[in-house]
């Protein structure tokens, strides 16, 4: 297949790329910065606001997987620009070129978009995908890890401290970013789960905070003390960071829209749908993929 592929320099997009390359598909993929080049990749210049760029990102394509948005913005405005805009551009695209299939990756979070503002802004990027006529498909990961991500580096690095932290008695899923990348792709080219919206994780069922700090712990071999944070220490934090960030002109990593995120008693996904397809099962159970992801910390450097 020939897949047009958004996000590709980002976290999963870099993996999406190569799992799609190695399965010999060819890409082409969206750019914001000039990029090396690489067999099987054809590089389109341009942002999900530029609708020639997008035009011909998508021109002779089998198949759409949008995997740009925003999971971090200051405000209401820079989520919409980001997961709503920036969608609805793609699917207006993808139309325009005569591609069918639609592969939209969203967020678990859509299934409480009363709890935040990102979380918001993709059930309504959802529901312009279920509007648009395409053959489309829906998938909403919990969080995404493994080498080459950044956002649960903190953890890793308290753990190497002998820190693990436990934001309340809450659960959680996982997957790991190479399952993801090859979930999205089997999608676009069987053409299986038409028409639904699919929640994954790793088969493991979730795991809570606990778990998960011992997992890390067992990873950059530490045995962890608990660090408990309640909803009203992640808003302390929360204020904190986003003062922070307010004087050094950038953006809270701990936004009040994560801590009400983190805090959140069920963030477990029912993979049973997608799996039930038939065209994908998950390889990366989470002590292995923990252990991935810190082997590759370590060897970046990042652990100190």
């Known amino acids: 297949m020939k897949l047009a592929i958004t996000g590709g320099t980002g976290f999963v997009g870099q993996h999406l790329i190569e799992r799609a390359v190695a399965a010999g598909h060819g890409v082409t993929a969206l750019t914001r910065r000039g990029q090396p080049s ?8 341009g942002d999900l606001s530029d609708d020639a760029a997008l035009m ?7 198949a759409v997987i949008h995997v740009a948005g ?8 820079g989520f919409r620009a980001g997961n ?14 005569g591609v069918k ?15 935040s503002l990102y979380g918001a802004s993709k059930a309504k990027a959802d529901r312009l995908v279920e509007a648009s006529g395409l053959d489309w498909t829906i998938v909403r990961p919990p969080a995404v890890y493994g080498p080459g991500e950044t956002e649960m580096l903190d953890l890793y690095r308290l753990a190497a401290k002998g820190w693990g932290v436990v934001p309340g008695k809450g659960r959680f899923s996982l997957i790991y970013v190479t399952d993801l990348a090859d979930a999205l792709i089997a ?16 088969g493991s069922g979730g795991l809570d905070h606990r778990d998960m700090a011992k997992l890390i712990g067992d ?5 962890p003390r608990a660090l408990r944070l309640p909803l009203a220490a992640l808003n302390i934090g929360a204020a904190a960071d986003t003062l922070r960030a307010k004087l050094a002109g950038g953006r809270p990593k701990l936004s009040f829209d994560r801590a009400r995120y983190i805090a959140h008693p069920d963030w477990t996904a029912d993979v049973g749908p997608l799996r039930a397809l038939g065209i994908w099962q998950p390889h990366v159970p989470p002590h292995d993929g923990v252990k991935r992801t810190a082997d590759w910390y370590r060897q970046n450097g990042m652990l100190r």
């Open 101 to 115: 299939r639609f592969i939209h990756v969203s967020s678990l979070s859509a299934r409480e978009p009363g709890l």
């Open 56 to 62: 011909e990102l998508c021109t002779g394509a089998d």
């Open 219 to 223: 990873a950059v071999g530490t045995r």
């Open 84 to 97: 709503v805009e920036g969608t609805r551009t793609m699917l207006r695209a993808a139309a325009a070129a």
């Open 70 to 77: 925003v999971v971090n913005a200051k405000d209401e405005a």
């Open 38 to 45: 690489r067999s099987g990749v054809t590089w389109t210049p």
């Open 187 to 202: 999608l676009a080219a069987s053409g299986a789960g038409m028409h639904g919206i699919f929640e994954i994780e790793d």
